[in-house]
């Protein structure tokens, strides 16, 4: 067994009061410093060109969608977010996808796609919000993912930057 | 035969053979283009060059498709010189060759695509812009041309001059400027003309019912038996996420169809994709049809088959050897009569491949003992009847519907359908998966062999007939004889 002794309090101990006002005074200090959190939903994240948000499709200025299904993001895609069907379409370009959906449950925003893509159609935005009342309301189609190139391009312009460094001298 | 050594190896060859045919039979891959096992060679791609030795002389490269295999012969396929001129043979062919493997059909499957991988050559030397040409020809109801893609192989020329034997392509202009088309422009005839875009082997030709339907690399692919004709020839069923058939695809089988298969069977899987199945089991209960438990709808079968003498089971000629075989126990345990439907043979008939008999196990249910009977006879035989049982893909189909329709209520049809049947006479009617749904077996008209294979599952609530067979005899009691 063993006998723990208990300190002897003083009388400012016991009173609590001045500890009382420590505390406060932290309190009453920090409300005259500028303030570090962020009111989320109303005030938006900072995002930068290096964030990188959910796939979003290019659309040209031209009003044509800058995807022609090929389907390489579909095959980079680890997490089988993507399910493409592709169809004919008079302009020069012959194809073009009649359904692209992104499962944006499933999509863990690694940017493969966006790597993959050899037609530059597909880009992380920097949307990052993602809530629903059901599963299906966040299979997201094709409606859905269209952007117009402009709203992209701080993305698009990173990326090509970032791209450069890798290419060698002679693929230029 | 002559012994000539490929790579280090020494193999037997056929002199009469070109020598690449050689190195393809001992697995030792040499790129080809305008080669094709099928076809005459004509050397014109230059891509198989390979190096060749014989006696003392130095090794010459030499395009192996052209070459004939010589006692001695030492051939080295990996060797600098041969690669350095593949190499450069293949810079030329991409020279005018368009980037646009991101909208080609033919990616995943294309062998230029695939040896310029193999070569590593990711950048072209060529400054000047590369010939602007026609994308979208259309050579017909079946085949659509990219002028662009295409390399002048001449592979689709010479198969109409070798395979149906009438000439409808050859390579117009001179030089640069060479193009394929057919003779003053008329579109391509036939039943032989999808062939070509299998034959291709850049996505110059294309098929325009699979024209950008699927990747090739999403295309599940099983290998089967073709079901239009009694020719059974071998095909690859490919299905696109487990739902659609997107395409039938010969599969080269020198017994039976070479490397081709008709039109006719390559756009058959309408059918096979067809909506509107018959799901489950329904019984009729007072004037209504209404879904039951598969289980009831066989035992009023048992008890339909059991309690008459001298009903009759009628099969549907696409019934497999399995599905025969069960039909015909079925059958003999309930003293019933059976006959398959024989329609009268079409006018697709040729010398090549289509015999022009539809039913494609016609050999194979003869060889069980079932005879085969016109779609009137049976249908007059059925409405003569107490119980009919007509069983199988596309049997009311082949009987005639509005017959079938018209069967007098005094006979009790119980019937075994993919889709459902329309009759006066229907007791009841239970689901069956189809012919790329379940596997078996089927005779074709030389005796030979085929599988069929279930390349897709088949709707909820569907089973294979040999399942419900299978069933059925579960439920039957034994024959007295079959205790002992």
Known sequence: MVIVKRKELSLAEKLYLPEVLRGLSVTFRKMFEPKVTRQYPEEPLPKTEVTRGQPRLVVNEDDAIACVSCGLCEAACPAYAITIDGGETDRAIE??????????????????????????????????????????????????LKRPKAALQKRIDYVNRINKRWQTPSST | MVKITVNGRVVDADPTKPLIKACHDNDVDVPMYCYHPGLSPVGSCRICQV?????????????????????????????PKAHATRRECLEFLLKNHPLDCPICDKAGECDLQDFTYEEGQAQGRSHEPRRPLEKRKSLGEVIVLDEERCILCSRCVRFF?????????????????????????????????????DLCPV???????????????????????????SRGCSIQVETLRG???????????????????????????????????????????????????IEEALCAVRDAL???????????????????????????????????????????????????DPCPNRRGLEELGIRGEAGETLTARLAAAK????????????LGPERV????????????????????????????????????????????????????????????????????????????????
Not at chain 2, 418 to 437: D, F, K, M, T, Y
């Open chain 1, 95 to 144: 194809r073009e996808p009649k359904r692209f959906d992104i499962d944006m449950l499933r999509c863990i925003l690694c940017g493969f796609c966006e790597e993959a893509c050899p037609k530059d159609a597909i880009y992380m935005s920097d949307e990052l919000e993602l809530a629903d009342y059901s599963r299906e309301a966040l299979i997201y189609d094709i409606e859905k």
């Open chain 2, 51 to 79: 190096e060749v030795k014989q006696g003392e002389a130095p090794g010459r490269v030499v395009v192996a498709c052209r070459t004939q295999p010589a006692e001695g012969m030492v051939v080295d396929t990996e060797s």
């Open chain 2, 161 to 197: 001059e070798e395979v149906p034997k009438k000439a409808q392509l050859t390579v117009s202009d001179l030089g640069s400027r060479s193009v394929i088309s057919t003779f003053m422009d008329r579109p391509l005839s036939g039943n032989y003309q999808g062939n070509i875009a």
């Open chain 2, 203 to 229: 996505g110059a030709l294309t098929l325009k019912k699979f024209r950008f339907q699927a990747r090739v690399w999403n295309l599940v692919k099983m290998a089967s038996t073709c079901v239009e004709c």
């Open chain 2, 243 to 293: 739902s659609d058939v997107k395409r039938f695809r010969p599969r080269p089988n020198e017994q039976v169809n070479g490397w081709w298969m008709c039109d006719h069977g390559r756009f058959a899987f309408d059918h096979a994709n067809a909506a509107g199945r018959l799901e489950g089991a329904r019984m009729l209960e007072g004037t209504q049809l209404v879904q039951t438990p």
């Open chain 2, 306 to 356: 059991m309690g008459s003498k001298g009903g009759l089971v009628v099969l549907s000629p696409f019934c497999t050897v399995e599905e025969g075989r069960a039909l015909r126990e079925l059958a003999q345990r309930h003293q019933a009569e059976i006959a398959y439907v024989s329609p009268p043979p079409s006018a697709l008939k040729d010398e090549l491949l289509h015999t022009g």
């Open chain 2, 387 to 398: 119980v009919g049982l007509i069983a199988g893909e596309r049997v009311v189909e082949l």
């Open chain 2, 405 to 484: 329709r018209e069967l007098p209520g005094t006979l009790a049809l119980f019937a075994f359908e993919c889709h459902p049947v329309a009759s006066r006479a229907l007791r009841a009617e239970v689901g069956i998966a189809n012919h790329v749904e379940r596997t078996g077996t089927v005779v074709n008209v030389d005796g030979i062999r085929g599988p069929l294979a279930a390349a897709k599952p088949a709707p909820r609530g569907v089973r294979a007939l040999e399942r419900h067979l299978q069933d059925l005899a579960r439920l039957s009691p034994r024959r007295e004889t079959a205790v002992r």
